[in-house]
């Protein structure tokens, strides 16, 4: 993708016995890093008391030997972060820590809460943050109000504390949560990011939101933590709990760019589903026309569907600066602009003189789009046919995607002619929501995809879709 959409966050969670756990947990954030690349953090216990670090920067920014050799124990929790909610600053990096009543705990969110503001207040109620050391009353991130509140709890069993507190929340959320001995993984009733269980080879646990870390530790998958459960693991071993019925909505979006491809998403890997995206694209919007080349490197494999299903050859149109971050890092427009022509460079020999089927997975503001469109014309191409793995993006997410407010979504303020129009395409088509929801064989009931048809499945509040400009209220959820 042409990038202009944030990344949702990464968790990990680690519980092995006789095990560095941080260090686990720091190459488990590794294989996350595509996931946020704000800030990371590790927290960690030996038993006795949770220690956490956390930092601006990636994970080879922010641990070295030394800092990893200062979080000992057999308990971690990580986090690699993208701003969903809170401003970019050290305060909100993850893992949040607290100690209240019932001891230290820390947690690390990937999602969004779309009731904050009522936390908030309820926080307020019950007397503020109950961490002394912060000296901030109230937090000013969803995720450490939900931190707060399991500190404030006192219930005596960090377990209990947390089921008396996961029925307060609304909006997306796959947690994981430990104190001095034990670790906690929570997904919302509607599972809207994804977190996985695995067994690692040397007897101990792994939480982590993508399969691609088990694999990176040499850990065996062993189930999706339901929608709806919390997870606990500890010396006893691991044991589910239901706290609400589960009402199933993933995030397709996961399927279509955030996710690694090597990863598995609700059974299905996520290459697998891009190259049959990819092929649904060349039946749906065919093309006459002599290559097809991707916008690398997420849209690499609907590119190869697409290839093969309609018999272009498909070729390496760009060539990527792998050293370069991900384009929406740089926050303006114009260095966006900048951005993209340090990342992508067109490869004249193969382009010049042909008729070049570019595939993207998805469009958000549009103009990344255009300046890939004027590269590849720059670069000799006789015609440049679009063509989009998704339906437009008309939404913005409230689950925990950083997505542009509405009014700055280009398949809000114009039709696909309209896009056409402003890519400077000779021609451009997208993915239908049927065919893109078939792709991922997972039934359209279970995903979430408000951001192409405005369908919310947790309703959002007045306030937060006007912090959206989303000026109109959506067609209800299911
Ligand atoms: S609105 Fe879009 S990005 Fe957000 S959870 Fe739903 S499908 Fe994913």
Not at 453 to 470: A, Q, T
Request: charged share 20%.
């Amino acid at each position: 993708m042409a990038g202009e959409a944030r990344d949702a966050c990464g968790v990990v969670g680690i519980y092995a016995p006789g095990e560095d756990a941080a260090r686990l947990a720091y190459y488990g954030l590794y294989a996350l890093q595509h996931r946020g690349q704000e800030a990371a953090g590790i927290a960690a216990s030996d038993g006795t008391s949770v220690v956490v670090y956390k930092e601006l920067g990636l994970v080879s920014q922010v641990f070295d030997e030394t800092v990893l050799a200062s979080l000992r124990g057999h308990v971690a929790i990580g986090h690699v972060r993208y701003s969903t909610t809170g401003s970019t600053s050290w305060v909100n990096a993850q893992p949040s820590y607290k100690a209240g009543p019932g001891g230290q705990i820390a947690l690390a969110h990937n999602g969004n809460l779309v009731n904050s503001l009522e936390l908030k207040s309820s926080l307020q109620a019950a007397g503020g943050d109950p961490t002394p050391a912060d000296g901030r009353p109230l937090p000013t991130t969803d995720t450490d109000l939900v931190a707060a509140h399991i500190a404030r709890a006192e219930h005596g069993d960090l377990g209990a504390a947390i089921l008396h507190v996961l029925p307060m929340l609304s909006g997306a959320y796959s947690f994981t949560i430990m104190d001095e001995t034990q670790l906690f993984g929570a997904r919302d009733p509607h599972g809207f990011r994804p977190l996985a269980l695995g067994r690692l080879p040397g007897g101990g646990w792994l939480l982590a939101s993508e399969t691609c870390a088990l694999d990176l530790l040499g850990a065996r998958f062993v189930r999706d933590v339901e929608p709806g459960e919390l997870v606990g693991i500890d010396r006893d071993g691991v044991h589910g709990t239901r706290f609400a019925e589960p009402r199933p909505a993933a995030c397709v979006f996961e399927h279509v760019y955030f996710a690694r491809p090597d990863s598995t998403l609700q059974g299905q890997n996520v290459y697998a589903t891009r190259y049959r995206m990819g092929e649904a694209l060349a039946a749906e919007a065919p093309v006459d026309a002599d290559l097809v080349v991707p916008v690398p490197d997420s849209s690499v494999p609907a590119a190869q569907g697409f290839a093969k299903a309609s018999g272009i050859p498909y070729g390496e149109g760009f060539v990527k600066n792998r050293y370069v971050g991900r384009t929406f890092i740089q926050p303006t427009q114009a260095m966006r602009r900048q951005g993209i022509r340090t990342k992508l460079n067109p490869l004249r020999e193969v382009i010049a003189g042909r008729r070049v089927v570019v595939v993207d997975d998805s469009i958000v503001r549009g103009n990344t789009t255009r300046q890939i469109v004027a590269m590849l014309f720059e670069a000799g191409a006789a015609e440049v046919h679009l063509r989009i793995s998704s339906p437009p993006i008309r939404w913005p997410c409230f689950y925990g995607i950083d997505m542009p407010d509405r009014d700055e979504l280009i398949g809000a303020r114009h039709d696909v002619d309209g896009i056409a129009r402003h890519s400077g395409a000779t021609s451009l088509a997208y993915l239908s929501l049927e065919a893109m929801i078939a792709a991922t064989v997972v039934p359209g009931e279970d995903l979430c995809s408000a951001c192409f048809s405005g369908r919310y499945p947790v309703p959002v509040p007045p306030e937060k879709l006007r912090s959206k400009h989303v000026l109109e209220q959506p067609a209800t959820a299911r």
